[in-house]
Protein backbone atom coordinates (compact mmCIF):
# COMPACT_ATOMS: atom_id res chain seq x y z
CA UNK A 1 0.00 0.00 0.00
CA UNK A 2 1.22 3.27 -1.17
CA UNK A 3 1.65 6.25 1.35
CA UNK A 4 -0.15 9.20 1.04
CA UNK A 5 1.69 12.91 0.76
CA UNK A 6 -0.29 15.70 1.49
CA UNK A 7 -0.30 18.67 -1.53
CA UNK A 8 -0.22 22.01 0.98
CA UNK A 9 -0.69 24.48 -1.66
CA UNK A 10 0.82 28.07 -1.10
CA UNK A 11 -0.30 29.40 -4.93
CA UNK A 12 -2.28 32.18 -2.83
CA UNK A 13 -0.06 33.12 -0.25
CA UNK A 14 3.52 32.80 -1.35
CA UNK A 15 2.94 32.55 -4.84
CA UNK A 16 0.74 35.61 -4.74
CA UNK A 17 3.32 37.51 -2.79
CA UNK A 18 5.44 37.99 -6.46
CA UNK A 19 4.92 41.64 -7.39
CA UNK A 20 2.64 42.00 -10.02
CA UNK A 21 0.76 38.56 -9.70
CA UNK A 22 -1.73 40.53 -6.98
CA UNK A 23 -5.52 39.02 -7.24
CA UNK A 24 -8.89 40.31 -6.13
CA UNK A 25 -10.90 38.18 -3.62
CA UNK A 26 -13.01 36.85 -6.45
CA UNK A 27 -10.18 35.79 -8.32
CA UNK A 28 -8.75 33.74 -5.37
CA UNK A 29 -11.91 32.25 -5.06
CA UNK A 30 -11.60 30.87 -8.27
CA UNK A 31 -8.36 29.76 -8.19
CA UNK A 32 -9.42 27.97 -4.21
CA UNK A 33 -12.20 26.31 -5.94
CA UNK A 34 -10.16 24.91 -8.52
CA UNK A 35 -7.43 24.08 -6.09
CA UNK A 36 -10.33 22.40 -4.54
CA UNK A 37 -11.16 20.14 -7.63
CA UNK A 38 -7.66 19.43 -8.46
CA UNK A 39 -7.46 17.63 -5.17
CA UNK A 40 -5.27 19.72 -2.96
CA UNK A 41 -5.57 18.79 0.28
CA UNK A 42 -4.36 22.43 1.94
CA UNK A 43 -4.61 25.23 0.70
CA UNK A 44 -3.01 28.47 2.34
CA UNK A 45 -5.04 31.01 1.81
CA UNK A 46 -3.12 33.96 2.76
CA UNK A 47 -1.30 36.05 5.75
CA UNK A 48 -4.53 37.71 7.25
CA UNK A 49 -2.65 40.35 9.39
CA UNK A 50 -0.45 41.88 6.71
CA UNK A 51 -3.90 43.61 5.10
CA UNK A 52 -7.18 43.82 4.89
CA UNK A 53 -7.60 42.01 1.34
CA UNK A 54 -5.49 38.79 2.99
CA UNK A 55 -8.18 39.03 5.68
CA UNK A 56 -11.01 39.14 3.79
CA UNK A 57 -9.20 36.57 0.95
CA UNK A 58 -9.07 33.94 3.81
CA UNK A 59 -12.71 34.92 5.18
CA UNK A 60 -14.11 34.29 1.70
CA UNK A 61 -12.06 31.25 0.45
CA UNK A 62 -12.77 29.79 4.06
CA UNK A 63 -16.68 29.92 3.20
CA UNK A 64 -16.01 28.91 -0.97
CA UNK A 65 -14.72 25.96 -0.06
CA UNK A 66 -15.00 22.58 1.69
CA UNK A 67 -12.80 20.11 1.78
CA UNK A 68 -9.39 21.17 1.61
CA UNK A 69 -7.78 22.48 5.29
CA UNK A 70 -7.90 26.15 4.99
CA UNK A 71 -4.37 27.79 6.15
CA UNK A 72 -3.88 31.24 7.19
CA UNK A 73 0.15 32.42 7.64
CA UNK A 74 1.19 34.51 10.93
CA UNK A 75 4.53 35.41 12.74
CA UNK A 76 5.02 34.41 16.38
CA UNK A 77 3.04 36.66 17.55
CA UNK A 78 0.09 36.80 19.46
CA UNK A 79 -1.91 39.78 17.52
CA UNK A 80 -1.55 38.08 14.13
CA UNK A 81 -2.62 34.53 15.42
CA UNK A 82 -5.65 36.59 17.10
CA UNK A 83 -6.27 38.02 13.50
CA UNK A 84 -5.76 35.28 11.74
CA UNK A 85 -8.00 32.93 13.90
CA UNK A 86 -11.08 35.40 13.58
CA UNK A 87 -10.13 35.21 9.87
CA UNK A 88 -10.68 31.57 9.80
CA UNK A 89 -13.88 31.42 11.66
CA UNK A 90 -15.29 30.25 9.02
CA UNK A 91 -13.18 27.36 7.81
CA UNK A 92 -14.62 24.06 8.18
CA UNK A 93 -11.13 22.56 8.88
CA UNK A 94 -8.72 25.73 10.14
CA UNK A 95 -5.21 25.90 10.42
CA UNK A 96 -2.67 28.68 11.96
CA UNK A 97 0.42 28.99 10.35
CA UNK A 98 2.83 30.42 12.46
CA UNK A 99 6.59 30.46 12.56
CA UNK A 100 10.26 32.11 13.27
CA UNK A 101 13.19 32.42 11.62
CA UNK A 102 15.63 29.82 13.07
CA UNK A 103 18.87 30.38 11.00
CA UNK A 104 21.62 32.53 12.22
CA UNK A 105 20.83 34.92 10.03
CA UNK A 106 17.67 35.86 11.61
CA UNK A 107 18.33 34.75 15.07
CA UNK A 108 21.17 37.45 15.17
CA UNK A 109 20.36 39.78 11.92
CA UNK A 110 16.71 39.70 11.88
CA UNK A 111 15.89 39.68 15.55
CA UNK A 112 18.81 40.61 17.46
CA UNK A 113 18.14 37.88 19.75
CA UNK A 114 19.44 34.35 20.86
CA UNK A 115 18.96 30.79 20.42
CA UNK A 116 17.46 30.08 23.57
CA UNK A 117 15.39 33.35 23.01
CA UNK A 118 14.07 32.35 19.82
CA UNK A 119 12.98 28.60 21.43
CA UNK A 120 10.97 30.52 24.00
CA UNK A 121 9.19 32.42 21.23
CA UNK A 122 8.21 29.32 19.26
CA UNK A 123 6.72 27.33 22.44
CA UNK A 124 4.95 30.50 23.43
CA UNK A 125 3.61 30.97 19.86
CA UNK A 126 2.47 27.84 19.55
CA UNK A 127 0.63 27.23 22.50
CA UNK A 128 -0.99 30.75 22.28
CA UNK A 129 -2.09 29.40 18.36
CA UNK A 130 -3.30 25.82 20.06
CA UNK A 131 -5.86 27.61 22.38
CA UNK A 132 -7.44 29.03 19.43
CA UNK A 133 -7.41 25.98 17.16
CA UNK A 134 -6.20 22.07 17.01
CA UNK A 135 -4.65 22.52 13.73
CA UNK A 136 -1.13 24.55 14.15
CA UNK A 137 1.78 24.25 11.77
CA UNK A 138 4.91 25.51 12.96
CA UNK A 139 7.45 26.66 10.10
CA UNK A 140 11.40 26.66 11.49
CA UNK A 141 12.27 30.08 8.61
CA UNK A 142 15.43 29.53 7.04
CA UNK A 143 15.74 25.90 7.89
CA UNK A 144 17.77 25.14 4.73
CA UNK A 145 20.43 27.00 6.27
CA UNK A 146 19.82 26.20 9.89
CA UNK A 147 22.24 24.04 12.00
CA UNK A 148 20.90 20.73 12.39
CA UNK A 149 21.31 20.58 15.96
CA UNK A 150 19.67 23.42 16.70
CA UNK A 151 16.80 22.81 14.52
CA UNK A 152 16.27 19.30 16.19
CA UNK A 153 16.12 21.15 19.36
CA UNK A 154 13.60 23.80 17.87
CA UNK A 155 11.51 20.87 16.06
CA UNK A 156 11.00 18.92 19.70
CA UNK A 157 10.31 22.15 21.39
CA UNK A 158 7.32 22.54 19.23
CA UNK A 159 5.83 19.40 18.98
CA UNK A 160 5.82 19.22 22.50
CA UNK A 161 3.79 22.83 22.99
CA UNK A 162 1.23 20.60 20.53
CA UNK A 163 2.76 21.85 16.84
CA UNK A 164 0.63 19.01 14.55
CA UNK A 165 2.84 19.92 11.56
CA UNK A 166 6.41 21.70 11.29
CA UNK A 167 7.44 23.44 8.16
CA UNK A 168 11.26 22.78 7.39
CA UNK A 169 12.00 25.71 4.75
CA UNK A 170 14.68 26.13 2.47
CA UNK A 171 13.80 29.75 2.41
CA UNK A 172 16.57 31.02 0.74
CA UNK A 173 16.60 28.00 -2.01
CA UNK A 174 20.36 27.31 -1.27
CA UNK A 175 20.58 23.58 0.07
CA UNK A 176 22.08 20.77 -1.98
CA UNK A 177 19.42 17.56 -2.50
CA UNK A 178 21.37 15.28 -0.60
CA UNK A 179 21.83 18.21 2.38
CA UNK A 180 18.25 19.22 2.24
CA UNK A 181 17.33 15.10 2.44
CA UNK A 182 20.09 14.72 5.36
CA UNK A 183 18.29 17.22 7.14
CA UNK A 184 15.22 15.91 6.95
CA UNK A 185 16.74 12.47 8.12
CA UNK A 186 18.55 14.04 11.06
CA UNK A 187 15.10 15.48 12.27
CA UNK A 188 13.53 12.00 12.01
CA UNK A 189 16.73 10.46 14.16
CA UNK A 190 17.49 13.21 16.70
CA UNK A 191 14.11 14.18 17.62
CA UNK A 192 12.18 12.52 20.36
CA UNK A 193 8.37 12.69 19.77
CA UNK A 194 9.21 13.33 15.68
CA UNK A 195 5.73 10.74 14.66
CA UNK A 196 3.23 12.96 16.83
CA UNK A 197 4.13 15.77 13.88
CA UNK A 198 3.67 15.35 10.25
CA UNK A 199 7.54 16.85 8.31
CA UNK A 200 6.60 19.59 5.73
CA UNK A 201 8.95 20.59 2.90
CA UNK A 202 8.75 24.21 1.57
CA UNK A 203 11.43 24.64 -0.95
CA UNK A 204 12.59 27.60 -3.18
CA UNK A 205 13.64 27.77 -6.75
CA UNK A 206 16.67 29.95 -6.11
CA UNK A 207 19.28 27.31 -7.73
CA UNK A 208 17.02 25.62 -9.84
CA UNK A 209 16.62 22.55 -7.25
CA UNK A 210 13.17 23.36 -5.56
CA UNK A 211 10.98 20.25 -6.76
CA UNK A 212 14.65 17.69 -6.79
CA UNK A 213 15.39 18.82 -2.66
CA UNK A 214 11.37 18.59 -2.36
CA UNK A 215 11.76 14.94 -3.47
CA UNK A 216 14.44 14.45 -1.23
CA UNK A 217 12.86 15.46 1.99
CA UNK A 218 9.70 13.10 0.88
CA UNK A 219 12.35 10.57 0.44
CA UNK A 220 13.58 11.29 3.85
CA UNK A 221 10.10 11.14 5.38
CA UNK A 222 8.15 14.30 4.88
CA UNK A 223 4.64 13.72 4.46
CA UNK A 224 3.38 17.00 3.31
CA UNK A 225 4.69 18.88 0.77
CA UNK A 226 4.43 23.23 -0.11
CA UNK A 227 4.12 23.96 -3.56
CA UNK A 228 2.24 26.10 -5.92
CA UNK A 229 1.26 26.07 -9.40
CA UNK A 230 3.54 26.49 -12.05
CA UNK A 231 6.15 27.10 -9.16
CA UNK A 232 5.24 30.82 -8.69
CA UNK A 233 6.44 32.38 -5.68
CA UNK A 234 8.50 34.61 -4.28
CA UNK A 235 11.94 35.60 -6.34
CA UNK A 236 12.61 32.13 -8.24
CA UNK A 237 9.59 30.50 -7.27
CA UNK A 238 8.67 27.76 -4.68
CA UNK A 239 8.05 24.26 -5.74
CA UNK A 240 6.12 23.69 -8.32
CA UNK A 241 2.86 21.46 -7.55
CA UNK A 242 2.57 19.58 -11.13
CA UNK A 243 5.91 18.93 -11.15
CA UNK A 244 5.94 16.70 -7.51
CA UNK A 245 2.92 15.87 -8.14
CA UNK A 246 3.84 14.10 -12.15
CA UNK A 247 7.19 12.79 -10.75
CA UNK A 248 5.07 10.21 -8.07
CA UNK A 249 2.99 9.74 -10.67
CA UNK A 250 5.17 8.94 -12.91
CA UNK A 251 7.21 6.95 -10.12
CA UNK A 252 5.19 4.66 -8.75
CA UNK A 253 8.18 2.24 -7.61
CA UNK A 254 8.70 5.65 -4.65
CA UNK A 255 5.07 4.33 -3.03
CA UNK A 256 3.41 7.26 -2.32
CA UNK A 257 0.30 9.08 -3.63
CA UNK A 258 -1.19 11.63 -3.72
CA UNK A 259 -4.89 13.39 -4.17
CA UNK A 260 -4.29 15.31 -6.75
CA UNK A 261 -6.70 14.50 -10.31
CA UNK A 262 -3.61 14.79 -12.84
CA UNK A 263 -6.62 15.86 -15.39
CA UNK A 264 -6.69 18.92 -13.83
CA UNK A 265 -3.37 20.74 -13.86
CA UNK A 266 -3.35 22.02 -17.18
CA UNK A 267 -6.53 23.90 -16.85
CA UNK A 268 -5.53 25.55 -13.39
CA UNK A 269 -2.41 26.40 -15.03
CA UNK A 270 -3.51 28.18 -17.66
CA UNK A 271 -5.92 29.75 -15.33
CA UNK A 272 -3.36 30.82 -13.01
CA UNK A 273 -0.85 32.19 -15.39
CA UNK A 274 -3.47 34.48 -17.13
CA UNK A 275 -5.22 35.81 -13.71
CA UNK A 276 -1.80 36.28 -12.48
CA UNK A 277 -0.48 37.73 -15.86
CA UNK A 278 2.56 35.84 -15.57
CA UNK A 279 3.23 33.54 -18.25
CA UNK A 280 4.58 30.23 -18.22
CA UNK A 281 8.37 29.46 -19.58
CA UNK A 282 7.86 27.43 -23.18
CA UNK A 283 9.74 24.77 -22.02
CA UNK A 284 8.63 24.38 -18.09
CA UNK A 285 7.95 21.03 -17.22
CA UNK A 286 4.49 19.24 -17.33
CA UNK A 287 2.77 22.72 -18.24
CA UNK A 288 5.08 24.70 -20.89
CA UNK A 289 4.04 25.21 -24.45
CA UNK A 290 6.69 23.13 -25.33
CA UNK A 291 6.46 20.39 -22.90
CA UNK A 292 4.86 17.75 -24.80
CA UNK A 293 5.91 19.59 -28.53
CA UNK A 294 7.88 17.52 -30.73
CA UNK A 295 10.04 19.13 -33.45
CA UNK A 296 12.82 17.13 -34.97
CA UNK A 297 12.10 14.28 -38.05
CA UNK A 298 13.12 11.66 -35.75
CA UNK A 299 11.30 12.38 -32.42
CA UNK A 300 8.05 13.07 -34.60
CA UNK A 301 7.86 9.57 -36.38
CA UNK A 302 8.97 8.01 -33.51
CA UNK A 303 6.17 9.63 -31.57
CA UNK A 304 3.47 9.09 -34.33
CA UNK A 305 4.49 5.26 -34.36
CA UNK A 306 4.43 4.90 -30.55
CA UNK A 307 3.46 8.06 -28.67
CA UNK A 308 6.32 6.51 -25.69
CA UNK A 309 9.38 6.55 -27.53
CA UNK A 310 9.97 10.12 -26.53
CA UNK A 311 7.04 10.79 -24.30
CA UNK A 312 6.99 9.56 -20.43
CA UNK A 313 3.44 10.86 -19.85
CA UNK A 314 0.90 10.43 -22.06
CA UNK A 315 -0.41 14.51 -22.37
CA UNK A 316 -3.90 13.22 -21.94
CA UNK A 317 -2.94 12.57 -18.03
CA UNK A 318 -2.29 16.22 -17.51
CA UNK A 319 -5.45 17.47 -19.22
CA UNK A 320 -3.68 18.39 -22.42
CA UNK A 321 -5.28 16.96 -25.27
CA UNK A 322 -2.49 15.68 -27.21
CA UNK A 323 1.18 15.77 -28.29
CA UNK A 324 2.06 18.78 -30.33
CA UNK A 325 4.08 17.70 -33.51
CA UNK A 326 6.07 20.93 -34.81
CA UNK A 327 6.25 21.55 -37.98
CA UNK A 328 9.57 22.33 -39.33
CA UNK A 329 11.91 21.92 -42.37
CA UNK A 330 13.11 18.46 -41.08
CA UNK A 331 9.69 17.02 -40.80
CA UNK A 332 8.23 14.32 -43.09
CA UNK A 333 4.78 13.87 -44.91
CA UNK A 334 3.85 11.84 -42.11
CA UNK A 335 3.96 14.59 -39.75
CA UNK A 336 2.19 17.58 -42.14
CA UNK A 337 -0.44 14.75 -42.90
CA UNK A 338 -1.14 14.22 -39.05
CA UNK A 339 -1.56 18.28 -38.31
CA UNK A 340 -3.63 18.81 -41.03
CA UNK A 341 -5.79 15.64 -40.18
CA UNK A 342 -6.27 17.23 -36.44
CA UNK A 343 -6.98 20.88 -38.20
CA UNK A 344 -9.61 18.76 -40.06
CA UNK A 345 -8.47 18.75 -43.32
CA UNK A 346 -7.99 14.91 -44.97
CA UNK A 347 -5.81 15.18 -48.49
CA UNK A 348 -5.56 12.79 -51.17
CA UNK A 349 -2.12 11.45 -51.77
CA UNK A 350 -1.49 13.57 -54.45
CA UNK A 351 -2.70 16.47 -52.79
CA UNK A 352 -0.63 15.87 -50.15
CA UNK A 353 2.60 15.63 -52.27
CA UNK A 354 1.60 19.00 -53.74
CA UNK A 355 1.02 20.96 -50.18
CA UNK A 356 3.90 19.03 -48.99
CA UNK A 357 6.51 20.42 -51.94
CA UNK A 358 4.72 23.96 -51.02
CA UNK A 359 5.15 23.08 -46.85
CA UNK A 360 8.93 22.43 -47.38
CA UNK A 361 9.68 25.63 -49.57
CA UNK A 362 7.98 27.65 -46.82
CA UNK A 363 9.83 25.16 -43.78
CA UNK A 364 12.67 26.83 -45.49
CA UNK A 365 12.09 30.28 -44.69
CA UNK A 366 10.68 29.83 -41.62
CA UNK A 367 11.74 28.07 -38.92
CA UNK A 368 8.28 26.64 -37.66
CA UNK A 369 5.53 26.22 -39.31
CA UNK A 370 2.14 26.95 -38.09
CA UNK A 371 -1.28 26.02 -37.79
CA UNK A 372 -2.25 28.98 -40.15
CA UNK A 373 0.39 28.40 -42.46
CA UNK A 374 -0.46 24.34 -42.50
CA UNK A 375 -4.30 25.66 -43.17
CA UNK A 376 -3.13 28.05 -45.96
CA UNK A 377 -1.26 25.87 -47.65
CA UNK A 378 -4.28 23.35 -47.44
CA UNK A 379 -6.10 26.53 -49.19
CA UNK A 380 -7.84 26.79 -46.02
CA UNK A 381 -7.48 30.10 -44.68
CA UNK A 382 -7.91 30.25 -40.46
CA UNK A 383 -9.01 33.93 -40.85
CA UNK A 384 -11.52 32.99 -43.82
CA UNK A 385 -14.07 32.72 -41.22
CA UNK A 386 -13.44 36.06 -38.96
CA UNK A 387 -15.87 38.48 -38.76
CA UNK A 388 -13.20 41.39 -39.25
CA UNK A 389 -10.74 41.30 -41.34
CA UNK A 390 -7.36 43.40 -41.94
CA UNK A 391 -7.81 45.41 -45.35
CA UNK A 392 -4.88 47.54 -45.41
CA UNK A 393 -2.03 48.84 -43.14
CA UNK A 394 0.09 51.44 -43.77
CA UNK A 395 2.26 53.41 -41.33
CA UNK A 396 4.64 56.66 -40.96
CA UNK A 397 7.15 56.34 -38.69
CA UNK A 398 11.19 57.16 -38.34
CA UNK A 399 13.44 59.22 -36.21
CA UNK A 400 11.96 63.07 -35.73
CA UNK A 401 8.13 61.97 -36.88
CA UNK A 402 5.25 61.36 -34.95
CA UNK A 403 3.89 57.85 -35.92
CA UNK A 404 0.75 57.78 -37.35
CA UNK A 405 -0.74 54.81 -39.51
CA UNK A 406 -4.00 54.10 -41.38
CA UNK A 407 -5.92 51.28 -41.39
CA UNK A 408 -8.78 49.65 -43.25
CA UNK A 409 -10.84 46.79 -41.87
CA UNK A 410 -13.69 44.71 -43.23
CA UNK A 411 -16.26 44.02 -41.26
CA UNK A 412 -18.61 41.38 -42.52
CA UNK A 413 -17.99 42.71 -45.79
CA UNK A 414 -18.09 46.89 -45.28
CA UNK A 415 -15.10 48.65 -45.30
CA UNK A 416 -14.34 51.28 -42.57
CA UNK A 417 -10.92 53.14 -42.40
CA UNK A 418 -9.38 55.36 -39.46
CA UNK A 419 -5.90 56.87 -38.47
CA UNK A 420 -3.94 57.75 -35.80
CA UNK A 421 -0.97 58.63 -34.08
CA UNK A 422 0.97 56.80 -31.56
CA UNK A 423 3.71 56.99 -29.45
CA UNK A 424 5.31 54.24 -32.14
CA UNK A 425 4.11 52.53 -35.31
CA UNK A 426 2.26 49.50 -33.59
CA UNK A 427 0.23 51.97 -30.44
CA UNK A 428 -0.83 54.13 -33.63
CA UNK A 429 -1.87 51.37 -35.65
CA UNK A 430 -3.75 50.24 -32.63
CA UNK A 431 -5.28 53.21 -31.86
CA UNK A 432 -6.56 53.25 -35.92
CA UNK A 433 -8.22 49.80 -34.97
CA UNK A 434 -9.38 50.98 -31.36
CA UNK A 435 -11.08 53.80 -33.01
CA UNK A 436 -13.19 51.68 -35.44
CA UNK A 437 -14.45 48.89 -32.83
CA UNK A 438 -14.84 50.92 -30.40
CA UNK A 439 -15.03 48.44 -27.33
CA UNK A 440 -13.14 49.16 -24.52
CA UNK A 441 -10.43 46.12 -24.61
CA UNK A 442 -6.70 46.50 -23.09
CA UNK A 443 -3.84 44.50 -24.15
CA UNK A 444 -2.71 42.26 -21.28
CA UNK A 445 -0.35 40.16 -22.73
CA UNK A 446 2.03 41.32 -25.95
CA UNK A 447 5.01 39.13 -26.98
CA UNK A 448 7.00 39.69 -30.37
CA UNK A 449 9.15 36.71 -30.71
CA UNK A 450 11.32 36.64 -34.14
CA UNK A 451 11.91 33.09 -35.53
CA UNK A 452 15.30 33.70 -37.06
CA UNK A 453 18.13 36.22 -36.85
CA UNK A 454 17.95 37.87 -40.45
CA UNK A 455 16.68 41.03 -40.70
CA UNK A 456 14.51 39.49 -42.97
CA UNK A 457 13.04 37.40 -40.06
CA UNK A 458 9.19 36.58 -39.42
CA UNK A 459 7.74 37.81 -36.39
CA UNK A 460 5.21 36.28 -34.30
CA UNK A 461 3.17 38.05 -32.17
CA UNK A 462 0.99 36.55 -29.68
CA UNK A 463 -1.64 38.97 -27.66
CA UNK A 464 -4.18 38.94 -24.59
CA UNK A 465 -6.57 41.31 -24.87
CA UNK A 466 -9.05 41.71 -22.07
CA UNK A 467 -12.92 42.51 -22.65
CA UNK A 468 -15.42 42.47 -20.44
CA UNK A 469 -13.41 40.73 -17.65
CA UNK A 470 -12.63 37.85 -20.68
CA UNK A 471 -9.10 37.35 -21.98
CA UNK A 472 -8.90 36.34 -25.00
CA UNK A 473 -5.74 35.17 -27.01
CA UNK A 474 -4.46 36.39 -30.51
CA UNK A 475 -1.76 35.18 -32.57
CA UNK A 476 -0.23 36.30 -36.16
CA UNK A 477 2.88 35.90 -38.14
CA UNK A 478 4.29 38.44 -40.50
CA UNK A 479 7.71 39.86 -41.55
CA UNK A 480 5.98 42.95 -40.87
CA UNK A 481 5.86 42.83 -36.98
CA UNK A 482 3.63 46.24 -37.03
CA UNK A 483 1.20 44.19 -39.55
CA UNK A 484 1.72 41.32 -36.95
CA UNK A 485 1.02 43.08 -34.33
CA UNK A 486 -2.29 44.41 -35.98
CA UNK A 487 -3.47 41.21 -37.48
CA UNK A 488 -3.03 39.39 -33.97
CA UNK A 489 -5.41 41.84 -32.08
CA UNK A 490 -7.61 41.85 -35.21
CA UNK A 491 -7.73 37.96 -34.02
CA UNK A 492 -7.98 38.37 -30.46
CA UNK A 493 -10.75 40.69 -31.47
CA UNK A 494 -12.74 38.16 -33.45
CA UNK A 495 -13.08 35.92 -30.35
CA UNK A 496 -15.47 38.09 -29.22
CA UNK A 497 -17.29 39.82 -31.61
CA UNK A 498 -19.51 37.76 -33.80
O1 LIG B 1 9.91 30.53 2.53
C1 LIG B 1 9.54 30.55 3.71
O2 LIG B 1 10.28 30.32 4.66
C2 LIG B 1 8.13 30.85 3.95
C3 LIG B 1 7.61 30.71 5.35
C4 LIG B 1 6.87 31.93 5.75
C5 LIG B 1 6.81 29.47 5.48
O3 LIG B 1 7.40 31.15 3.02
ZN1 LIG C 1 8.32 30.55 1.10
Same mark, same amino acid.
Request: aromatic fraction near 6%; include cysteine; charged fraction near 25%.
Given at each position: MSDKLFIFDTTLRDGEQVPGCQLNTVEKIQVAKALEVLGVDVIEAGFPVSSPGDFKSVVEISKAVTWPVICALTRAVEKDIDVATEALAYAKRGRIHTGIGTSEYHIRYKFNSTQDEIVERAIAAVKYAKKKVEDVEFYCEDAGRTDNAYLARVVEAVIKAGATVVNIPDTTGYCLPDEYGAKIRYLFEHVDGIHNAIISTHCHNDLGMATANTIQG?????????????????????????????????????????????????????????????????????????????????????VLKNR?????????????????????????????????????????????????? +? $? !??? &??????????? =?? *????? /???????????????????????????????????????????????????????????????? +? $? !??? &??????????? =?? *????? /???????????????????????????????
Open positions: VLSGARQVEVTVNGIGERAGNTSLEEVAMILQSHKEIGISTNINSRKIYGISRMVSSLMNMPVQPNKAIVGRNAFAHSSGIHQDGESYEIIDPKEVGIDESAILLTARSGRAALKHRLSVLGVELDQEKLDKVYE +E $F !LKL &ADRKKDINDDD =VL *MLAGK /DRTAMHRIKLNYLQVTSGVGLQPVASVCLDIAGEKFEAAASGNGPVDAAIKAVKSIIHRTMTIQ +E $F !LIQ &AINRGSDDVGK =VH *MQVEY /DGNHYYGFAANTDIVAASVEAFIDAINKFVK
